[in-house]
């Protein structure tokens, strides 16, 4: 078992930043891939960032591109989010998932979700 705890999240104005975080604890996190995913109201949880267990590769929705960076501490067992330039449409619960898998995982077939943060970004 993995437990995931995001926190950072809150209210930001549009074009302002925020750095989620997401804790983890349970197996060995060096393991895990990591990823990034929100949901807004009324939609569908979509993919944001993902990134491979040793952190040496990443990838991210066309949505989010150029603005947002994803990071992997396995020292600290924590994965991490900076969220630049944020803009109204990036309002949504947003969650870290992992997986015991060796590349990049983009779909949502994580084994293990944190219970998400809020992000809202007023215009």
């Known amino acids: 078992q993995v437990q995931l705890v995001e926190s950072g999240g809150g209210l930001v104005q549009a074009g302002g930043s925020l750095r989620l975080s997401c804790a983890a604890s349970?197996?060995?996190?060096?393991?895990?891939?990591m990823g990034w995913f929100r949901q807004a109201p009324g939609k569908e949880r979509e993919f944001v960032a993902a990134?491979?267990?040793?952190?040496?590769?990443?990838d991210y929705a066309d949505s989010v591109k150029g603005r947002f960076t994803i990071s992997k501490d396995n020292a600290k067992n924590a994965v991490y989010l900076q969220m630049n330039s944020l803009k109204p449409e990036d309002t949504a619960v947003y969650y870290c998932?992992?997986?015991?898998?060796?590349?990049?995982?983009?779909?949502?077939?994580?084994?293990?979700w944190g219970q998400g943060t809020q992000v809202t970004v007023s215009s």
């Open positions: 349970g197996r060995t996190f060096s393991n895990y891939a």
């Open positions: 990134i491979t267990r040793r952190g040496d590769s990443t």
């Open positions: 998932a992992a997986n015991n898998v060796p590349g990049l995982l983009t779909t949502a077939k994580y084994a293990y």
